[in-house]
């Protein structure tokens, strides 16, 4: 399974952007999905996860509300909508297959990882 994220950018504080993760290679439509972040110098965080039918979502605490993960198994793809953004959220951002059909917040549970794409938010 090869995973492309892609929707990054530069963004002023309290903007959106939108996320997309596309599979290709073999269907993800029976596995739950994730996104990470990992910002400079620090380690990779669970950001959300959404089940194999896309029924039940998961979200960090630091992005419950603002946030909103979805999929279209039609299209093998993911979604991660991110509202009100603040510099905080400014790193790197990674979608994952979950090894199971449902939610997961450990990184052991994902085993693929597409390559990333930067989200940068200014103050």
């Known amino acids: 399974v090869q995973l492309q994220a892609s929707g990054g950018g530069l963004v002023q504080a309290g903007g959106s952007l939108r996320l997309s993760c596309v599979a290709s290679?073999?269907?993800?439509?029976?596995?739950?999905m994730g996104w990470f972040r990992q910002a400079a110098g620090k380690e990779r965080e669970f950001v959300a996860a959404?089940?194999?039918?896309?029924?039940?979502?998961v979200y960090a605490d630091s992005v419950k509300g603002r946030f909103t993960m979805s999929r279209d198994n039609a299209k093998n793809l993911v979604y991660l909508q991110m509202n009100s953004l603040k510099p905080e959220d400014t790193a790197v951002y990674y979608c994952?297959?979950?090894?199971?059909?449902?939610?997961?917040?450990?990184?052991?549970?994902?085993?693929?990882w597409g390559q990333g794409t930067q989200v940068t938010v200014s103050s």
């Open positions: 290679g073999r269907t993800i439509s029976n596995n739950g």
């Open positions: 994952a297959r979950n090894r199971h059909s449902s939610t997961a917040t450990m990184r052991e549970s994902y085993d693929y």
């Open positions: 959404i089940s194999w039918n896309g029924v039940n979502t």
